[in-house]
């Protein structure tokens, strides 16, 4: 990879991190578009918009992840099915309430950083910085969504006097 001046070999396992990745992406990106559709209840409308702002941020994620892969010289994994072969997530139903849909999301939030974390790791023995600072900044921007979506759940003295 002469341009990079990264060892091709090394990169390799970084894309095959960076394609698992890509397919979590892909299925947290449509479960976020079934919760904005299918989110009833007394938090609509702020998770409406939320889900929505989230599905927005995901799809230029994707699209990174998979220009990153390219700048690498490799091909992203692009086929829906592959996508659902790979994946650490699952896919969800869409009668969820809006509490239920949450703790989903959270539980996605782990499955993502726990994948990031693992890139980063592989990026490292490889001395791709690029991807390592990539990868960070969807670690940090994902922690901070999931505080908020945490704190969002939590119940409050106010509930518990209810």
């Not at 341009?3 to 299925?27: F, P, Q, R, S």
């Not at 799809?59 to 220009?67: C, N, Q, R, S, V």
């Not at 690498?72 to 996508?83: G, K, M, V």
């Not at 901070?144 to 409050?156: N, Q």
Request: no cysteine; proline share 1%; aromatic share 10%.
């Amino acid at each position: 990879m002469s341009y990079l001046d990264l060892d091709k070999g090394k990169t390799g396992k970084t894309v095959d991190e960076l394609n698992i990745l890509l397919a979590d992406y892909h299925l947290y990106y449509q479960k976020l578009r079934n919760f904005h559709w299918n989110v009833i209840g007394k938090g609509f409308f702020y998770l409406h918009e939320k889900f929505e702002e989230m599905y927005d941020d995901a799809k230029l994620k994707i699209d990174e992840i998979a220009e990153r892969i390219l700048t690498l010289r490799h091909e992203p994994t692009s086929n829906l099915s592959d996508y659902l072969k790979m994946t650490n997530l699952e896919e969800s139903e869409s009668g969820l309430t809006d509490k239920e849909m949450v703790h989903t999301l959270l539980k996605d939030h782990k499955g993502l950083l726990q994948q990031m974390r693992k890139v980063v790791n592989i990026a490292d023995e490889g001395q791709d910085e690029g991807t390592i600072d990539l990868i960070g900044a969807y670690i940090r921007e994902l922690e901070k969504t999931s505080w908020m979506l945490d704190a969002w759940v939590m119940k409050t003295k106010e509930t518990h006097q209810k």
